[in-house]
């Protein structure tokens, strides 16, 4: 999972006016420049390191904690910082061990589309892994509805405003 963290902060920080331009482009929210610092400052998102089994001995036994991975995380990205938010949700959901599908807002999802397909391609170059992360085509409340009841999706992320908590 390292090398895929690797890669993705690599490609957020590489392609950060690119991939921020296409999203001010494609929304019309917020600044050209701060969209690119997201990107740029993806590279600081922890990954594995924060990640440690904990082991406790003492009088009553032996206490050990691990994570173990959900499997597949349905998330849900805003359309004020999709791209950065998906760069970041997959550095902490695979570093965890996850694949991830992203039901993004439908007015970021073609620069949410972008990045998913610009990651899948270097993990699968790099590492012959397939779809570990996937964006849906055409989202909305019903793809969104369908991903909360998918019985795969063991967990939610949701990162946005008021109509997602509705």
Known sequence: WAR???IVKELATSKA?????LEFEETKIGRLEHKIE???IVKLVPGLEWLRPYGL???HGIT???QTPFGVIGAITPVTHSVPTIAGNIISMVAAGNAVVFNPHPGGARCAAVAVRAINE???AAL???HLVCTIAEPSLASFDALCRNEWIRLL???GGPGVGA
């Open 38 to 40: 997201k990107l740029q």
């Open 157 to 159: 992320c949701v990162t």
């Open 64 to 66: 050990l904690e691990e």
């Open 122 to 124: 270097a993990v699968q």
């Open 4 to 6: 895929v963290i690797e």
């Open 128 to 130: 012959g892994i397939e």
């Open 57 to 59: 001995s003492g009088d």
């Open 17 to 21: 006016e690119e991939w921020g331009k």
